[in-house]
């Protein structure tokens, strides 16, 4: 079986981060670059990506100067886990394998639903600004990190 591969000249549409801290990039595809397998394939198929920036004659452009697309990750000061926002909290637990675990669903997504639903809210957002499902959060994360002991007793 081969693998699906298309190469298209693409222009950046737009950019924005999602609350779950995940970006959506939208590109413009001309319609003769489109690829048909592209759009037969079900919503949701996972595709690996490489973009490069290309000049107007259509070589890639090259900025000797340019800045680092980002700031490595050991080079930022992280904020400890319990100093971060309760919303960004939830965000980066249902992203854990263990966490996913523990709530005995199998992606992130299923993750997230569980949380707001024991929580009885709709976004991990209202963490922010609901008290009651801030404390139930609060709980929650504690009895995940003594889930251990829990067992032992």
């Keep these: 079986m081969t693998p699906t591969q298309a ?10 981060q ?13 319609p003769n670059d ?7 394939a079900p919503m949701g198929t996972r595709y690996m990506c490489v973009l490069v920036e290309i000049a107007d004659d259509g070589t890639p452009a090259i900025k000797p100067d340019a800045a680092p697309a980002h700031t490595p990750r050991e ?3 992280r904020t400890p886990f319990k100093q971060l926002p309760r919303s960004q909290q939830a965000a980066l637990k249902c992203q854990d394998p263990e966490f996913i675990a523990w709530l005995r669903v199998s992606n992130e997504g299923q993750s997230r639903e569980t949380v707001c639903a024991k929580l009885g809210i709709s976004s991990r957002a209202e963490l ?3 008290k009651e499902a801030a404390d139930k959060w609060d709980a929650m994360l504690t009895d995940f990190d003594f889930r251990d002991y829990a067992g032992s007793r």
């Design 7 to 16: 190469q298209m000249e693409v222009k950046k549409d737009g950019i924005r």
């Design 18 to 30: 999602t609350q779950s801290g995940e970006w959506k990039l939208s590109l413009t595809i001309h």
């Design 34 to 40: 489109f690829s048909s397998g592209l759009a037969m």
């Design 75 to 77: 080079d930022k000061e």
């Design 128 to 130: 922010l600004t609901n």
